[in-house]
């Protein structure tokens, strides 16, 4: 039985292939600078179909992210003490700044303007709160002890991000698994990357800083080998 495809942007459709979210990875129980992204290994996420949807491709002190057929969407690179998010054409669209402290707080500027975008802030229950440029939630990644519960302002489900038996899964809210990986990396990481209430070059950063930049998980965070 053809696998049923959920609507995400993550799915592959017949006519279309819809941009997909792009993810960071790594051993989420080491700390790694922004430097080791070349001796990284990659990553692969399968769609509901077996097919590989999304790939993390290490290239120098950068990162490709890589939809279907090698179909660039995003590269995350070092630059100072920032990672800056280059869109599929090379413009520059995103800095990420991480805000120094106890727990995980990442700061996202527009690179034309320089202004807030958005701003990640963990939550000493381990909750990562998403916000504006002015403040207001935009949504909210749960922390539960399958992984992550991702939650819109308005408290509704936006997708779950599960670890089980070595395996991540992110399902949409309907319950429906759209994307798998066997490679390690934090479900703190893949949670950030499920938003896609977020631009997707966006995401892709957060999901590269959290990974590389955030050092080790929350306590009782779910984890790959």
């Known amino acids: 039985m053809k696998a049923e495809r959920p609507n995400t942007r993550y799915a592959i459709h017949p006519i279309a292939l819809i941009a997909l979210l792009a993810f960071a990875s790594g051993c989420a129980?080491?700390?790694?600078?922004?430097?080791a992204f070349g001796t990284s290994a990659q990553i692969d996420f399968d769609d509901a179909d077996g097919r590989?949807?999304?790939?993390?491709?290490?290239?120098?002190?950068?990162?490709r992210v890589e939809g279907p057929k090698g179909r660039l969407i995003a590269t995350v690179r070092e630059n100072s003490?920032?990672?800056?998010?280059?869109?599929?054409?090379g413009e520059s669209k995103w800095i990420i700044q991480k805000i120094p402290g106890e727990r995980l707080h990442l700061r996202v500027r527009s690179a034309p303007s320089n202004r807030i975008a958005f701003e990640?802030?963990?939550?000493?229950?381990?909750?990562?709160?998403?916000?504006?440029?002015?403040?207001?939630r935009i949504a909210t990644a749960k922390q539960r002890s399958y992984g992550y519960k991702l939650v819109s302002s308005e408290g509704n489900t936006l997708?779950?991000?599960?670890?089980?038996?070595?395996?991540?899964?992110?399902?949409?809210?309907?319950?429906?698994?759209?994307?798998?990986?066997?490679?390690?990396?934090?479900t703190r990481a893949v949670a950030l990357l499920a938003l896609e209430t977020l631009p997707v070059e966006?995401?892709?950063?957060?999901?590269?800083?959290?990974?590389?930049?955030a050092g080790n998980?929350?306590?009782?965070?779910?984890?790959?080998p």
């Open 217 to 224: 998980p929350s306590p009782g965070e779910s984890t790959s």
């Open 81 to 89: 003490d920032v990672l800056r998010v280059d869109d599929a054409a």
């Open 120 to 136: 990640l802030k963990e939550e000493p229950d381990g909750d990562l709160d998403i916000d504006d440029g002015n403040g207001n």
């Open 52 to 63: 590989t949807a999304l790939r993390l491709e290490p290239d120098g002190n950068s990162i």
């Open 159 to 186: 997708a779950r991000v599960r670890l089980r038996s070595g395996k991540i899964s992110v399902r949409d809210h309907t319950g429906l698994t759209y994307l798998t990986t066997r490679d390690s990396i934090s």
């Open 29 to 35: 129980s080491n700390t790694l600078a922004p430097s």
């Open 202 to 213: 966006a995401a892709s950063g957060l999901g590269v800083a959290t990974a590389f930049w």
